[in-house]
Structure formats: C-alpha cells, structure tokens
C-alpha cells in the first residue's frame, strides 16, 4: 500500500516537469540552424541554460570551447521576477560583453519559455517583449527569426541608439 502510494506520488512529480524537458522542432531547429550557420568560437547565449545542443556534428567547431555549458541569462538574478524589455538592453551589453567570446548570439526559444515560467523566473510575455527590444536596438542583429524561436548576434562596436 506505501508503494503504491509513493508510485503514485513519484508519478507527479516526475511529469511536473514536462512543460521544460519537452523540445519541440521549434527549440530543436533554431540550434540546427546555428550549429550549421555560426562561425567558428560562437557563444550561444539562451534567456535560460535549458535548450537543446550540440546537435550536429559541426558543434566541435562552432561553439567557444572556452564555455563547455550553456549561459542562461536568468542564471544571473538581475535577469530574473520582472518583464524583460528595452531597459535591459545595456545590461545585455555588460553581460554579453563580460563573456569575452569572439562571436555571441542569443537564442529564445519555447522550451526555454516554458522553463522561466515554470518556475517563475519571469513572468509571462517577457521573451516576447526582450525580443521585440533586441529587434529594435543596433547591436543586436535578428540572425533567426522562425515562429516563436530567435536567434540574435550580439554586435558591441555597433552604434547605439539612444534610449
């Protein structure tokens, strides 16, 4: 009877997680596209660390080996219990910038949704307005943009405009 009880406990806690282990063609594509299209020693960036990678057998290449993880910008508690918009656009310079890699982009993608919202590191539409933020601003360049999934390039010696 404990079993059952606990089996049946386990269950929930298990599948609770679902809505951020579960990648769709959305999240998986993008990845593709960026292992395929990247140039050599790119840092690729996600509004959180959970996103698909090394999908492709050009990842050796494409991706800084001086960052064997995934940075996430909710990994930083600036990021995180607020929309995130075009006031964080110079904040993105400072923490893009502080990567030093040669190449960095930032990837939004649903399964990474799912995850902040999952456990409430953003609240709800802020990927929407972070990336219509980048789509505005000089130093960000949209390299992806397919459905509910973007990919921007960071460009630091881009001129700003002013906010």
């Known amino acids: 009877l404990a079993t059952a009880a606990l089996g049946v406990c ?18 998986v594509d993008p990845v593709q596209w960026f292992e395929r299209h990247a140039p050599r020693d790119s840092l690729l960036v996600g509004l959180s660390s959970t996103f698909p ?3 492709s057998a050009r990842y050796a290449r494409v991706y800084d080996a001086a960052f064997p993880g995934s940075p996430g910008l ?9 929309r995130l918009g075009r006031g964080d656009v110079r904040r993105l310079h400072a923490t893009l910038g502080a990567f030093g890699a040669r190449h960095t982009f930032l990837i939004v993608t649903p399964i990474q949704e799912n995850f902040v919202r999952l456990y409430g590191l953003l609240p709800a539409g802020s990927p929407e ?4 933020a980048l789509r505005g601003s000089r130093s960000f360049r949209v390299a992806y943009d397919r459905g509910p999934a973007a990919i921007f390039e960071y460009r630091p010696h ?4 002013r906010l």
């Not at 809505?19 to 769709?24: D, E, F, K, V, Y």
């Not at 909710?74 to 607020?82: I, K, N, P, Q, S």
């Not at 307005?129 to 219509?132: A, D, F, G, S």
């Open 10 to 27: 386990l269950l929930f806690a298990y599948f609770g997680l679902e809505l951020s282990n579960h990648a769709t063609p959305d999240d």
């Open 53 to 55: 990678r090394r999908l």
């Open 74 to 82: 909710t990994d930083d508690v600036a990021y995180r219990g607020r």
């Open 129 to 132: 307005t972070l990336k219509r």
């Open 158 to 161: 881009a001129k700003r405009r």
